[in-house]
């Protein structure tokens, strides 16, 4: 049996959890308020993911960097495949907010999106 001792990030609470993960694989998470505070420990344990965000080079655009992120949240363990995407990634503008601008990232099925509409100069 393994214990973890995690904060809730689901609501400005911030309950203290204890997650169990025991001999058979079964979680057991304590100190949530809500059931989002039950489903974070239980995911953090056991799939942990995060949305991964950064900036792009951006030419012809009013900016000289475009702000991107994944669409939605990815395992932690793709998160430096995503990166290396990313920095090797340059976009032209005009660039509308929500955007592909890398499809499939790393081969986890999430896109990563322009977040600013970046008119051309």
Avoid: W
Wanted: some cysteine.
């Amino acid at each position: 049996m393994k214990t973890h001792q995690l904060t809730c990030i689901q609501c400005p609470i911030g309950c203290a959890l204890t997650v169990t993960v025991g001999d058979g694989g079964e979680v057991t998470v304590t100190g949530n308020t809500c059931p989002r505070g039950a489903a974070y420990g239980e995911k953090e344990v056991t799939h942990p993911s995060r949305t991964v965000t950064s900036t792009v080079p951006l030419e012809g655009g009013a900016l000289p960097r475009l702000p991107v992120r994944t669409r939605t949240d990815v395992p932690k363990e793709k998160i430096f495949d995503i990166m290396a995407e990313i920095k090797k990634t340059a976009v032209k503008a005009p660039v509308r907010s929500g955007d592909t601008v890398i499809e499939n990232a790393a081969g986890t099925g999430v896109d990563v999106i322009a977040t600013k509409t970046v008119p051309a100069e």
